[in-house]
């Protein structure tokens, strides 16, 4: 379908790939352990002094918690898309 200033096509719906939302959605999950972890750090690190955020980040990024945030991230969309479809 053209549009009347006649260039781009409309797409019927809003269908999306199912691989990318799911990446989308397991990337958000992923941010939002890094950021519980970070806030974490920070506030153990500043009960007794102040530390810097590239010493949380080293702290928190590590090769184990990565491993842990993907299986997290990949059971955590597992259980929306059952609910999701169970709903």
């Not at 809003?14 to 974490?40: D, K, Q, T, W």
């Not at 002094?49 to 590239?54: A, D, F, I, R, W």
């Not at 299986?71 to 259980?79: C, D, E």
Request: aromatic content about 10%; some cysteine; overall charge positive.
């Amino acid at each position: 379908m053209k549009t009347k200033k006649g260039g781009s096509r409309l797409k019927a719906g809003r269908e999306s790939n199912p691989v990318v939302r799911a990446l989308v959605e397991m990337a958000f999950i992923i941010f939002l352990f890094y950021s519980n972890l970070l806030m974490g750090e920070f506030t153990r690190a500043n009960a007794g002094q102040g530390k810097s955020l590239l010493s949380a980040m080293q702290d928190v990024v590590t090769p184990a918690n990565f491993c842990i945030a993907v299986v997290s991230a990949l059971v955590g969309y597992l259980i929306f898309e059952f609910l999701r479809k169970k709903i």
